[in-house]
């Protein structure tokens, strides 16, 4: 990453699931317990988490139908909606943890100055409700979730909405994320877009396609911070 590219970095936002933590434990043992409450067999997680990543509403159809584009019938849907969110704000971080160097990211980031903001799909009460949980709330000055406005990622508004908030350019604040849509997303908003290789999203083979190319992609959140501090260093001299 060149220092020109990253120079006018004013703030940054990132995605939650798959980027500051990992939740499918505690998303596929709701969508486990919802299969069985709706009289089916459970999925493996790994099924599950091919599922995650455009809001709790779109995985109960995947989960209630075993396919990424399925669709259930609206009742069926509907109750089966109902419970799992029920279970799943129960059960939010039972087994969810922020990944090894979450915390010490954010921290260091911090120090830099800059606001940081979450941006997810995830509904915006479930995600601030599971930050406070982690321990990680207090870093963000913005939440936005999947139900936050009338759009969600790959949709550029909640990128936009929160640079109009925080009063920057679109241009100078950075995505962190691990899936195509956070990647869709940053570029549409003219952000620049960072993608995480321990997330569940495969960064290699969204990294072969043009549209899905990160502009930089990372193994930690602590490697941000190290490339942002020569910028905050020449500010300051």
């Known amino acids: 990453m060149t220092t020109s590219v990253i120079e006018h970095v004013q703030a940054i936002a990132f995605d939650l699931d798959g980027t500051l933590c990992d939740s499918v434990p505690d998303l596929a043992a709701a969508a486990n317990a919802t299969r069985e409450h709706m009289g089916l067999p459970p999925l493996p997680v790994e099924v599950v988490e091919s599922y995650v990543g455009?809001?709790?509403?779109?995985?109960?159809h995947r989960v209630l139908t075993d396919s990424r584009d399925g669709m259930a019938k609206q009742e069926e849907w509907e109750k089966a909606f109902t419970f799992y969110i029920r279970y799943y704000r129960d059960h939010l971080s039972d087994h969810t943890r922020a990944y090894p160097e979450t915390e010490a990211g954010l921290g260091l980031l911090k120090t830099l100055g800059i606001p940081l903001v979450v941006i997810t799909n995830k509904n915006e009460i479930l995600a601030a409700e599971l930050l406070k949980q982690l321990g990680l709330a207090d870093y963000f000055s913005l939440i936005l979730g999947g139900d936050s406005l009338p759009e969600k990622k790959p949709s550029p508004m909640p990128l936009l909405h929160a640079a109009e908030v925080l009063n920057i350019d679109p241009a100078n604040m950075m995505m962190v994320g691990d899936?195509?849509?956070?990647i869709l997303a940053a570029k549409a908003a003219g952000c620049l877009s960072v993608g995480v290789t321990f997330g569940y999203g495969d960064m290699t083979m969204l990294s072969q396609e043009a549209?899905?190319?990160?502009?930089?992609i990372i193994g930690s959140l602590p490697?941000?911070?190290?490339n942002l501090q020569p910028q905050k260093e020449q500010e300051e001299a």
């Not at 549209?211 to 930089?216: E, H, I, L, Y």
């Open 54 to 60: 455009d809001g709790l509403a779109n995985l109960v």
């Open 179 to 182: 899936s195509q849509n956070d």
């Open 211 to 216: 549209a899905t190319k990160p502009d930089w």
């Open 223 to 226: 490697e941000i911070f190290e």
